[in-house]
């Protein structure tokens, strides 16, 4: 089993190794300063067989996933563990430790004593002890955060989130738990498949982190536009990702912006002229917050249109640029790191929407990343 999982890892380096093999020079410099990322991939960008998780500049001591995972974070207590929550409808949240590849912990809903899905992402307590993660009932739908110890995974408590089709969420700087309920209602028997595209709500929903009690929900002002990630910047404000589930999202009259800012009226969207609409689509895939030269930068990933968009924290547009498969977003002290399901890791200067430095991969990057 062990001698298979290794045979594994190092077919999934080959191919990286080969390219930097015949890389000229300068690009070899360039390929061996890149920065790494604690990220999930696959071993192909066109048929994968086998995900991982783990540094993405050390795929030799990569943890072998039963399936395809989502959202992962460090661990808050600093021992160099990491947690990984599968791709909804997801059955997994699994702990370990990353310089050696040994699982420490494991929750499977399997084994829960309630009928649930985890909906792919995780968030800690401030304090470090609970780990957050989205889930939803397999009878109605309906929206919940689980609570578990942040080193057992033993499943605590779960608190409804008001809404159906729950997927980001995270802690606050004020200690209150933000969830992007997509509004978009799917069933185990028939997988994927939005059922309730005609009648969605979407909401972006406060919760209190002690009991779990719903203290605000925002709306955007066209509810086909689902709630999906959320990233605040470190002033304190908040915004969105948004997906248009319209289903002419394409026509200019139905075409909204991919990004909204919380103020005290809702979900305000950012600027955005026919242009950009058509270059974003209609699916974004991630939203982190950056400091920029003059303040808060957001950056959007437009995962299908291949683009990555960024705008000021007052809503206004800074510009865009092809990025194509682009998901995943990450603020370092550098900058802005964004990777795309083709194998592509790119930094990109926020200020002026242009991407400074292009590593390829052999592997697929999957939806998310933290700084590695």
Known sequence: ?????????????????????HLPAPARAAFAAEPALLTCWADSPSRPRHFFAGRSTDISHA????????????????DGSAVVAARRPGRFLLRWDVASGRQLAAFDVYDADEDI???????????????????????????????????????LAAWPTGGIGPHALMQLTDGRIAVAN??????????????????MDPTLA????????????????????????????????????????????????????LFALLTDEGLRYGTATPEVLAACGGYAGDIVAIDGPTGPVFAVSCSVAG????WEADGSFIGHLPTPGVCA???????????????????????????????PHAFAFDNHARPG
Request: overall charge neutral; charged content about 25%; cysteine-free.
């Open 117 to 155: 899905r985890l909906e792919g992402h995780l968030s800690f307590s401030r304090d470090g002890r609970l780990l957050f993660a989205t889930e939803s009932e397999l009878i109605n739908g309906h929206g919940r955060v689980g609570v578990y110890d942040a080193l057992t995974l033993q499943r």
């Open 329 to 359: 977003l990450t603020a370092t002290r550098g900058g802005l790191l964004a990777t795309g399901d083709g194998g592509d890791l790119w930094a990109v200067a926020p200020a002026e929407a242009r991407a400074q430095a292009h590593w």
């Open 206 to 257: 406060l919760l209190d982190p002690e009991d779990g009690r719903v203290l605000a929900q925002y709306r955007v002002p066209d509810p086909w536009m689902s709630v999906r990630h959320i990233a605040q910047a470190a002033d304190g404000r908040i915004a969105v990702s948004l997906q248009n589930e319209a289903g002419d999202a394409a026509d200019t009259i139905r075409a909204r912006p």
């Open 63 to 78: 943890f072998e996933l039963p399936a395809r995972g989502h959202e992962l974070a460090w661990h808050p207590s600093g």
């Open 182 to 199: 997509g509004g978009i209602l799917t069933l185990p028997e028939t997988g994927r498949l939005k059922r309730n595209l005609d009648r």
């Open 307 to 310: 683009t990555l968009a960024l």
């Open 1 to 21: 089993m062990a001698t298979d999982l290794q045979r594994r890892r190092l077919l999934a380096a080959l191919p990286a190794g080969f390219i930097l093999a």
